[in-house]
């Protein structure tokens, strides 16, 4: 059998045009979870859905090693990093990653994230302003993970690498000039981190033992030799930029609470109730929208086959959104947790399959501590209100938002929990 195919035009138009639901449509009108078409000019195969996100994940037949777009290596990734290793190279650095994000670091970074929600709070509230919460967030988690990671931040530079940091997930999918500008942010970041690395590495900067910045300075490849400054900086970048993008999923959180009062006067019930609540806010909500791997050689899977260096991409939307896994995928129903676990493969707002042989986002636990901070002071510690705006997600753009960024009044503060 060959898989079902779009008329040979390039779909990249169409793709950006869409970029969360474009592999969902055309699937439901070829009637098929995989189909081929052409991307940035290269055959390509489009795969939705548990199997095809187990398939995805297979390291026997896929690499990442240049798999990732240009445009995106120069702006979200930096070159160098994770991301695009393969095999024991990816094993020995991804637990460089692993070991940043066990549960006591995690927890140590969520008690910075709560610290900053307060005193932004308290300033907010002393300057009696209307607040939008996406930009006050870029700001407040810059300052967490710097302080977290010990990477030095002199106050007078927040707002310009908070800029930065954000530039390169919130612009590097713009169509318009807006992606230069993350090009541009993505050079500020890369010398700023360069150089912190190179501090670290000649004894100008003395970081405690367990943090990132001192084990990416001193991080080695298999082989014994250490990082070029370059690459430890990409990773210490990779770190940084997306512990400052939770703020996406942050903003997404208080959309929940607001648009979703039922199932969120439900989530304050139990720490079972909340968590599930942290789910669906991950499982429902366009952040993203896919992945790009290689074949590593000729195949043939469910009776399709796939030739040696084809470009495929996982829809990470759309298999969080397949009704087959998840049924009326388009409600927001957090109880739909309670009883059923997520998959490895059914479930992959972060990617999916293992943590610390695949590519598996290690990030997930410090998102899930940034919300769990952030619901409890949106929902116990800071009573506030939520001025008419325009509350739609954007999906045409690229992390999808509230259109507004979500503004809010702040009233009250209570001071402890
Ligand atoms: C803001 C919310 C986040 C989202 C939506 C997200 C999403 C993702 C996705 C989809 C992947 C790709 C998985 C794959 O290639 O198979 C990934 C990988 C990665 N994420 Fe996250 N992530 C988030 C937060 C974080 C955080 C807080 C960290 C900090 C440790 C982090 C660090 C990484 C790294 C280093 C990789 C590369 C892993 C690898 O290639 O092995 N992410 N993330």
Redesign the pocket.
Same mark, same amino acid.
């Given at each position: 059998m060959s898989i079902p195919r779009i008329p040979p035009r390039d779909v990249t138009l169409p793709l950006l045009a869409d970029p969360y639901r474009f592999v969902s449509k055309e699937s439901a009108r070829l009637g098929s979870d995989a189909f081929q078409t052409r991307l940035l000019c290269r055959g390509t195969t489009c795969l939705k859905g548990e199997k095809g996100a187990a398939l995805f994940y297979d390291a026997e037949r896929f690499r990442r090693e240049g798999a990732m777009p240009s445009p995106i290596r120069k702006t979200l990734l930096g070159e160098g990093g994770?991301?695009g290793l393969d095999g024991e190279a990816?094993r020995h650095r991804?637990a460089i990653?692993m070991g940043?994000?066990q549960a006591d670091r995690v927890r140590a970074l969520g008690a910075r994230v709560e610290a900053e929600w307060i005193e932004a709070a308290e300033r907010w509230l002393r300057a009696g302003a209307t607040i939008r919460l996406y930009d006050e967030l870029a700001t407040m988690l810059t300052r967490a993970v710097c302080a977290w990671s010990e990477t030095p931040l002199p106050e007078a530079d927040v707002q310009l690498r908070a800029g930065h940091l954000r530039a390169l997930f919130d612009a590097a999918g713009a169509r318009n000039p807006r992606h230069f500008w993350s090009r541009h942010a993505r050079r500020r970041v890369d010398r700023w981190l360069k150089g912190v690395i190179e501090d670290v590495r000649e004894g100008r900067h003395r970081p405690a033992e367990n943090t990132a910045t001192f084990a990416l300075a001193h991080a080695r490849d298999p082989g014994g030799t250490p990082l070029a400054a370059e690459v430890a900086a990409v990773e210490l970048a990779? *770190?940084l930029r997306?512990?400052v993008?939770?703020a996406?999923?942050v903003v997404f959180l208080a959309h929940a609470l607001h648009t979703q009062p039922e199932a969120a006067r439900a989530a304050t019930q139990s720490l079972a109730a909340r968590d599930a609540f942290i789910e669906e806010i991950r499982r429902f909500y366009p952040?993203?929208p896919s992945?790009v791997a290689t074949t590593r050689r000729d195949f043939v899977w469910e009776g399709l086959s796939f030739p040696e260096g084809r470009q495929v991409i996982l829809d990470?939307y759309g298999t969080n959104h397949d009704a087959n896994a998840w049924p009326d995928p388009e409600i927001f129903r957090p109880a739909r947790f309670a009883n059923r676990p997520p998959g490895a493969f059914d479930f992959v707002?972060?990617?999916g399959g293992d943590h610390l042989t695949?590519?598996?986002?290690?990030?997930e636990g *410090?998102?899930h501590e940034i919300l769990m901070r952030s619901f409890d002071v949106l929902t116990t510690r800071l009573r506030y209100e939520v001025p008419k705006q325009d509350l739609r997600l954007n999906l045409r753009r690229l992390p999808a938002l509230p259109r507004s960024g979500f503004f809010l009044r702040p009233l009250d503060l209570a001071r402890s929990g």
């Open positions: 994770v991301q990816h991804k990653f940043l994000t990779n *770190i997306p512990t993008a939770t996406v999923y952040f993203f992945l990470l707002p972060q990617g695949g590519h598996r986002c290690p990030g *410090i998102v």
